[in-house]
């Protein structure tokens, strides 16, 4: 077997040219630790990345559903005539006993922001130990807080946006790593 000097390799002659003998080496611990580190960060980023994907959807999941509740609970106000009925329940079975929304407190009227609108809602219903609610609609209620499970608010004002009219907003609070809201608002006219 031939070496080259300057190589310091065995070499196959070859025509003219002298060519290496091709060595099987494998990689150095460094090269392979080098090589893992980078996989990794790669892993860990897609991983991440995953994960905010996943809680993003869940968020906009809530979202569509508590818009899907405050529609509901606008149409169903819009049905009846925005009145409750004698149980204070909103009802499609609308008695003769039933009254319109009201403002029963003025204080609340200069609120927009809805964590505001919700704390100090004109009304709302009482929530059960499972998340569901139940009537009358409490009139005025103590500062309300979101929960766990979606639940809904609404505040009346009235002459607004002009006088003969009312303003009714529904919110609905929840809680999930922190308090989340919707709201939705109609204006009225002649209640």
Do not use: C, H
């Given at each position: 077997m031939i070496t080259n000097r300057?190589?310091?390799?065995?070499?196959?002659?070859?025509?003219?040219?002298?060519?290496?003998?091709?060595?099987?080496?494998g990689f150095s611990l460094l090269e392979a630790i080098f090589a893992i580190s980078i996989l990794s960060f790669g892993f860990v980023a897609l991983f991440?990345?995953?994960m905010s994907l996943m809680n993003?959807?869940?968020?906009?999941?809530?979202?569509?559903?508590?818009?899907?509740?405050?529609q509901s609970t606008m149409e169903s106000f819009k049905y009846t005539g925005f009145k409750l009925d004698s149980t204070g329940a909103i009802s499609a079975a609308l008695t003769p006993a039933g009254h319109p929304l009201s403002n029963p407190s003025n204080?609340?009227?200069?609120?927009?922001?809805?964590a505001q609108l919700f704390k100090f809602a004109d009304h709302a219903y009482t929530i059960r130990a499972n998340g569901t609610e139940k009537p009358p609609v409490l009139d005025n209620p103590a500062s309300l807080v979101p929960t766990k499970y979606?639940?809904?608010?609404?505040?009346?004002?009235?002459?607004?946006?002009?006088?003969?009219?009312?303003?009714?907003?529904?919110i609905v609070a929840w809680k999930e790593h922190f308090d989340q809201y919707f709201a939705i608002t109609t204006a009225i006219q002649g209640q």
């Open positions: 300057f190589l310091r390799r065995p070499v196959i002659p070859v025509g003219k040219y002298l060519k290496p003998i091709l060595q099987n080496r991440s990345a995953s993003g959807n869940k968020v906009s999941k809530r979202y569509l559903e508590a818009s899907v509740l405050g204080s609340n009227d200069s609120y927009t922001d809805p979606m639940r809904r608010a609404w505040v009346v004002r009235d002459n607004v946006p002009s006088p003969g009219m009312k303003t009714v907003t529904i």
